[in-house]
Antibody, heavy 115, light 112 residues
């Protein structure tokens, strides 16, 4: 059974940092690109970032470019999102999704940026 | 960036009746590999999104056959042939051809 389990969310002050993790199982992780998508409270889905199978290619939404970094550890079947210089508008539930077409989603981890 | 526009944003439907959602992209979605990467997602209240349709018209495993996708170029449609109560939620399209990926605003389906 495919599973992706996000963790690492929480409350952080503006300007702070947070690292999200996504533990994958039930599929051959190294053969899939991976994605992060977020959803602000009461709002729609916003694509955030994606990464290729090897990690050699990464892609970002303009809203997070230069502040967020996506990377993966294929030996641990884990995807990460390093979030720096956080802003109030980054407050959202962050979902990890399998593939660059987001074919399977986790339950999400909430991130709140507030003083 | 490719702008993806859904309509309507709210769709009251009668149980057992059909429903259609439109998704339009500001650029064509044919990839250099020949595929058109247009996906549809369902998000039920309080749940994570679930992909229903990929490459315009292919249903994901376990998706009821009352859901169908169609379209080409820049115009796409999700159709529910007979709406059931479990179909209540928000539906999103997402273009998966160009970087960055972009979602439509979402269409809220509710029962009249």
């Amino acid at each position: 059974e495919v599973q992706v389990l996000e963790s690492g969310g929480g409350l952080v002050q503006p300007g702070g940092s947070l690292r999200l993790s996504c533990a994958a199982s039930g599929f051959t992780f190294i053969t899939y690109g991976m994605s992060w998508v977020r959803q602000a409270p009461g709002k729609g889905l916003e694509w955030v970032s994606a990464i290729s199978t090897s990690g050699g290619s990464t892609y970002y939404a303009d809203s997070v470019k230069g502040r967020f970094t996506i990377f993966r550890d294929n030996s641990k079947n884990t995807l990460y999102l390093q979030m720096n210089s956080l802003r109030a508008e980054d407050t959202a539930v962050y979902f990890c999704a399998k593939g660059t077409q987001c074919d399977y989603w986790g339950q999400g981890t909430p991130v709140t940026v507030s003083s | 960036d490719v702008v993806v526009t859904q309509s309507p944003l709210s769709l009251p439907v009668t149980l057992g009746q059909p429903a259609s959602i439109s998704c339009r992209s500001s650029q064509g979605l044919v990839h250099s590999d020949g595929n058109t990467y247009l996906n549809w997602f369902q998000q039920r209240p309080g749940q994570s999104p679930r992909r229903l349709i990929y490459k315009v018209s292919y249903r994901d495993s376990g998706v009821p056959d009352r859901f169908s996708g169609s379209g080409s170029g820049t115009e796409f449609t999700l159709t529910i042939s007979r709406v059931e109560s479990e179909d209540v939620g928000v539906y999103y399209c997402m273009q998966g051809t160009h970087w960055p990926r972009t979602f439509g605003q979402g269409t809220k389906v509710e029962i009249k």
